[in-house]
């Protein structure tokens, strides 16, 4: 596509229950981001991909969350069992990063996610 | 630990004068910084960046300056005109660590008529 995609753009769950999120990145970009912005913050790394294997997982706050890139382009970000305290805009990033010269991130319009 | 900090959280500026976003950050190992303009509902936009070899880049109305001895850089918007009035983020990386991006909290610009 044009630019990098998330599904959805809202989503509502219930305290506990578990959601997935979706981003289409740009086409032939090899690296994925995902981020989340609490209100009044900037975006805070969650996680990087370079392929399929995350290369970086190290601002997953804790084992509820967890992501994968089986083929390489689509991303599915998972959070189980649910907190009031995860409500926040979820946005994926893609770019050429690790393939020649340094390229900036393109982002998504992100998921907005308010746990009730 | 606010490794990348924009003191100012808004800024509010007559159309036509200069915008002046500044950001400060502690990690010495960042090499390159970029600027991100955010609207209302969407995702942020690359606005401009800057490698640690340049102290300035320019890109029409925009230039970014770096102090990396102050660990400041600076984000100069001239002229200002409303379609500029949105969030600005500042963020930062370090080349080998693959594009992960430390971002500060932003600086909300308004651009009046």
């Known amino acids: 596509g044009a630019g990098v995609s998330q599904t959805p753009s809202n989503k509502v769950t219930e305290k506990g229950k578990y959601v997935e999120l979706r981003c289409d990145p740009i086409s032939g970009h090899t690296a994925l981001y995902w981020y989340r912005q609490s209100l009044g913050q900037g975006p805070e790394f969650l996680i990087y991909?370079?392929?399929?294997?995350?290369a970086d997982d190290s601002g997953l706050p804790n084992d509820r969350f967890f992501a994968v890139r089986p083929e390489g382009s689509v991303s599915t970000l998972k959070i189980q069992r649910t907190e009031r305290g995860d409500s926040a805009v979820y946005l994926c990033a893609s770019s050429f990063w690790g393939t020649g010269p340094k390229t900036e991130a393109f982002f998504g319009q992100g998921t907005r996610l308010t746990v009730v | 630990d606010q490794q990348v900090k924009q003191n100012s959280p808004s800024l509010s500026v007559q159309e036509g004068r200069i915008s002046i976003l500044n950001c400060d950050y502690t990690?010495?190992?960042?090499?390159?910084f970029l600027w991100y303009k955010k609207y209302p509902a969407e995702g942020p936009t690359f606005l401009i960046s800057i490698s640690s070899i340049k102290d300035k880049n320019e890109d029409g109305r925009f230039t970014v300056f770096l102090n990396k001895s102050a660990k400041h850089l600076s984000l100069h918007i001239v002229p200002s005109q409303p379609g500029d009035s949105a969030v600005y983020f500042c963020a930062a990386s370090v080349y080998n660590q693959g594009g992960k991006l430390i971002f500060g909290q932003g600086t909300e610009l308004s651009v009046k008529p």
């Open positions: 991909f370079q392929g399929t294997g995350a």
């Open positions: 990690n010495s190992m960042f090499d390159y």
